[in-house]
Structure formats: structure tokens, C-alpha cells
């Protein structure tokens, strides 16, 4: 038989467990299990040690009980894919598997792993027969099938309904199911309760499954770990003993002095909370798109604009947009509760407006990019078609290395169907998988390549390390995140490195009007989204000359 083999992101080889390694692994975790109960521990298993799994995994793992002593046992659960299984031998090394700019997580998980011995990982599904509560970070995402319109597509629950499945056959009908995951409002009820009472029926079982849901708020960056652990939840269960339960569970792994939990009747309300959560923070920012265009076209900072306005208490949440909307759960999580309207609860009138043009406008925002840096090059006579272009900054937001919907992506890819060169630098990031992987990365298929024509040679797009490498010979710098290292860059030094003049693009209110004059001074182009005062401002360089 051939040996297959998992990859980490650093290039290991971790060779997929053969059959015969099931039993050995189950009963290494069940030893290591009655060893945690005869200790009163609690045993948690987390299915799904990605972003949002293995980050509750080490909040778990860590908690104390009111005597300062271990309370829970945690096994971190993952499927033996080629994509995932390295995690797991990565995992029991004291590791994690998610690299993080928060310096909370990796000692946390080398605490727990190593010294505490109150975390392990297996892909063994036997292991959730020893489960007092399952933790469910299985993720449901949202395929879009064409870009900016969010109504061609569809909820991607199989992989959800599958691991409920096979938790169903295993599970204690006491252990709680805690559905961590931010799904179509109605699924713990309509999906998840049927598939488990089901299996239940078939093992015999009488008893209804405890079902709870309470959605994580988690953050990439410096409070990533703060973000589960300190943070107001909201939870709910299917019935009074799954709420009390949850509660229970909940009160003893997080911060819930400080942040007081919100307790609601039923999951769909904590479902829909999630949703519309998000989908009114993407609200606000599609809206600002179009005060975005018409400042550029009418002569107005934008940015100026919104500070002018932030200074009242009422408006202070005010945002600028910036080159789309990424991370992984604005961009797609209104098109969960417009599809589980017609697809879960059975609807077919058209009742969502404003949260479909929502997630359409953020989806195509960072389009809007390459026609600036287009324009800005046609104003220093230089066609777009093979410049040289350097994308600075590649992640979603600031000071993190996060790619997920990142608008840059769309940047890129843009910009090289119009037959531009580029290159890309992120102080955050090794490597950009959408590119590097886009056939295989986010998932087989769905890579945003199949939107845009030329874009084989993006596998071939690497992170450029050095600065001054990325910068020399450019012809137009995007910039592109508003990362800590690209906010003081001087434009003297950056026309020195760069070997002479070239378009700037500011997608994040990164240039103030000093910058931007001394820029033009300096023989250069600047656009900006939002940004339509710079013309009055190269204007007035213009006169001095």
C-alpha cells in the first residue's frame, strides 16, 4: 500500500495513519482518559483544530476550576485528510498549529500539552464515545458560485452534517454537543437535532441529544486568544437542560465575570444573532463604498469626512472601508441567513434587500483598486499592460497574517488578467496559499482564479521578503493593509529605493496631505479610495513649479 502523506505549511511530511493505527491511537486516548477522570476532570473533545478550534481547545485546556486546579481534559480532534492531519503529531509536540502574532498562544499550548497534560490531539472519531461535551468547529461555509452576487450560491453544510453524523453513532446520550461553528439560523434545530435523534433511534437510545449553540467571536491579531476567552457569548440550547448545561460549561472555561453571558430561548436566535451581527457591520461598510466614489469623483477626503463625523459619540463606529471586506465571516455570513430563508425554512418570497447588496458591493470593492492604479499610470503615460506592480500588504487587516477573502486578492488577480507584473511583500506572511495552492486552496474548485482569465502564473507568486527587493524597478505601489510597518513611510526614501518615480495608491487613508504633496513634488502619481481631494493637491504642486 502506498504511504500517503500531510504537509504542513513548513514543508513536513507527516505519513497518514494505516488502518491497524486506529485501535492503538483509541486506546492510547482512553488511558490517558481514565487517568483524567480518576483526577474529576471533565473530558472535552473539540472537533476541528483549525482557526477557531484549536485557540477554544487551549482556553479549555487551561481553565481552572475555583481551586486553581485543572478542570478539563481536552482531546483536539481532526479528520486524517492530506489537507489536516499534520496538525494532530504537530499538536502533541506542544505546537500550534495556527501561526499567531497573539504571544498568548504558543506558550498556552506548550503549558497544556507538555507541563499540564490537560490537551491532546487524536483523528481517531472513537475518542468521542469518552466525551462529557462536544465542542463542534467544523466550518460551514458559504460557495459562491460568481462574484457580486451572493444569491448564486449555496451553504456548504456536508461537511457539518457529516461530522454530526459520525459524532451521532459515538457519542453519549449525556454528553452535551456544543455548536460552536456560525451557521445557517435553524441548523442545530432542523439539521443537527435530526441527524442526531436519528442515530440516537437506531442505538437505541430514547433520550433527546443535548444540542447548545453559542458562536464564537474570534479575532486574528495580538488578542486572539482574549478574543474566545475574555469576550461576551451568547449561548442557547434546545431545551432547559442543554441551556443549563451549556451555561455550566461555559461559566467554567471563559471569562464570564467580566463578560457576562447572554442566554437566549432558542438556538436559531443565537444563529440568527451571529448573522445579523455581522451582516450589519458589512452593512455600514457597503454603505461607505459608494460615499467612497463619489468623493473620488467630487473632490472630497473621505477620511477627513469620517473623522469629522466619529467625533460624535452617536456616529463613533463610522468606518472607512478600505480595498474590500476579508476574514472569514463578513463576506459570507449574510448569504447563510438569506439562504436558510428559503433552503431550511421553506420561503419562497424575496424578502432580503440590503444584506445580499451588502456582501456584493464588499465582494467587488477591491476591483475598483486596479482602475485607479490604471488610471494613475495612464497619467504618468505608462500602460498597465506589463507594469510592474507592488502589492504592500496581502492580509485582511493590520498586524495580521490572515489571506482569508483578503481584498488584496482580488487586487492581484485583477490586475493581472489587465497584464500586469506582480509582486507582492507582507511583514505577516510566508506564503499566500490562495495563490501558491489556487488549485487546491481554499477547497478544489473554489479558488477565486476561476473569475478571472491569465491567472496560471500566480502559483508562481511568492511573499517578497526584503523591502527594498519588492520596492526596486516598481512602476506603482498599492498600498494595500494598513500594517504598523507601512504606515511612516517616507516618500523620499521610497523613490530612492525604488530607483525613480511611480504610481501610488492609497486604499486605506495611509498617505496624509503631506505625503501626498511631497509625492507629486517628487515627480510621482497618487490615487486613493475616497481620496478626491489629491488632484487639488497636485494641482497646487503644479502652480509652484
Known amino acids: 500500500m502506498r504511504t500517503e502523506y500531510s504537509v504542513s505549511p513548513d514543508g513536513v511530511k507527516f505519513p497518514l495513519p494505516k488502518p491497524e493505527a486506529y ?3 483509541f486506546n492510547r486516548v482512553k488511558k490517558e482518559v481514565e487517568k483524567q477522570k480518576k483526577l474529576g476532570r471533565e473530558i472535552v473533545v473539540v472537533m476541528g483544530v483549525g482557526f477557531v478550534g484549536v485557540a477554544m481547545a487551549a482556553v479549555v485546556a487551561d481553565s481552572v476550576d475555583k481551586k486553581e486546579k485543572p478542570a478539563k481534559f481536552v ?11 499534520w496538525k494532530i503529531p504537530v499538536l502533541n509536540k506542544g505546537i500550534s498549529p495556527v501561526v499567531s502574532e497573539d504571544k498568548e498562544l504558543e506558550p498556552m499550548i506548550k503549558r497544556c500539552v507538555l507541563d499540564k497534560k490537560t490537551l491532546t490531539a487524536t483523528f481517531t472519531y472513537d475518542a468521542l464515545s469518552l466525551a462529557d461535551v462536544v465542542v463542534v468547529d467544523i466550518q460551514c461555509d458559504y460557495q459562491k458560485e460568481s462574484l457580486g452576487n451572493i444569491r448564486n450560491g449555496h451553504a456548504d453544510m456536508s461537511p457539518l452534517e457529516a461530522s454530526l453524523g459520525i459524532m451521532a453513532e459515538h457519542i453519549s446520550p449525556d454528553a452535551l454537543v456544543l455548536i460552536e461553528t456560525t451557521v445557517a439560523p435553524g441548523t442545530t434545530e432542523q439539521i443537527a437535532y435530526p441527524i442526531i435523534k436519528k442515530a440516537f433511534a437506531r442505538r437505541g437510545i430514547k433520550s433527546d441529544p443535548l444540542l447548545a449553540h453559542s458562536f464564537e467571536r474570534v479575532m486574528p491579531g495580538k488578542n486572539y486568544v482574549s478574543s474566545i476567552r475574555d469576550f461576551w457569548r451568547v449561548c442557547s440550547g434546545i ?12 461559566d467554567g472555561v471563559i471569562n464570564t465575570k467580566d463578560y ?14 451571529k448573522i445579523v451581527e455581522n451582516s450589519f457591520r458589512a452593512t455600514i461598510l457597503a454603505f461607505m463604498d459608494e460615499w467612497s466614489l463619489f468623493s473620488e469623483r467630487n473632490g472630497v477626503d473621505l477620511l477627513k469626512v469620517i473623522n469629522s463625523i466619529k467625533v460624535r459619540p452617536t456616529h463613533s463606529n463610522i468606518i472607512f472601508p478600505g480595498p474590500g471586506i476579508g476574514g472569514y465571516c463578513l463576506p459570507k455570513d449574510g448569504g447563510l441567513g438569506v439562504w436558510a430563508y428559503r433552503h431550511i425554512h421553506g420561503f419562497e418570497d424575496d424578502i432580503f434587500k440590503i444584506t445580499p447588496l451588502a456582501v456584493n458591493i464588499n465582494d467587488t470593492r477591491s476591483l475598483h483598486v486596479a482602475q485607479l492604479t490604471r488610471d494613475a499610470l495612464r497619467n504618468m503615460n505608462r500602460p498597465i499592460a506589463a507594469a510592474d506592480i507592488l502589492v504592500l500588504g496581502a492580509s485582511y487587516r493590520e498586524d495580521v497574517g490572515d489571506t482569508r477573502y483578503s481584498g488584496s486578492e482580488l487586487i492581484v488577480r485583477r490586475l493581472t488578467e489587465m497584464g500586469a507584473e506582480l509582486r507582492v511583500h507582507d511583514p505577516y ?6 495563490f501558491e495552492k ?5 477547497a478544489k474548485g473554489h479558488s477565486l482564479a476561476r473569475f478571472f482569465r491569465n491567472q496560471e502564473k500566480l502559483r508562481n507568486l511568492k511573499m517578497e521578503k526584503d523591502f527594498g527587493k519588492a520596492l526596486k524597478g516598481a512602476d506603482a505601489v498599492i498600498l494595500a493593509v494598513r500594517h504598523k510597518q507601512y504606515m511612516d513611510l517616507s516618500p523620499d526614501e521610497m523613490v530612492r529605493k525604488a530607483g525613480g518615480t511611480f504610481a501610488v495608491i492609497d486604499c486605506f487613508g495611509i498617505l496624509d496631505d503631506a505625503n501626498i504633496r511631497r509625492y507629486f513634488e517628487l515627480g510621482c502619481e497618487v490615487k486613493g479610495l475616497g481620496r478626491g481631494h489629491v488632484w487639488r493637491i497636485k494641482n497646487e504642486v503644479r502652480k509652484q513649479r
Do not use: C
Request: hydrophobic letters at 30%.
Open 438 to 442: 489556487q488549485d487546491s486552496y481554499p
Open 75 to 85: 482531546i483536539g480532534m481532526q479528520r486524517p485528510s492530506l489537507r489536516s492531519y
Open 239 to 250: 431545551n432547559k437542560k442543554a441551556r443549563e448545561r451549556v451555561v455550566t460549561f461555559l
Open 429 to 434: 506572511l510566508k506564503h499566500w496559499w490562495e
Open 23 to 25: 485501535r492503538k491511537e
Open 260 to 273: 457576562p453571558l447572554t442566554v437566549l430561548d432558542k438556538p436559531i436566535e443565537s444563529e440568527t444573532a
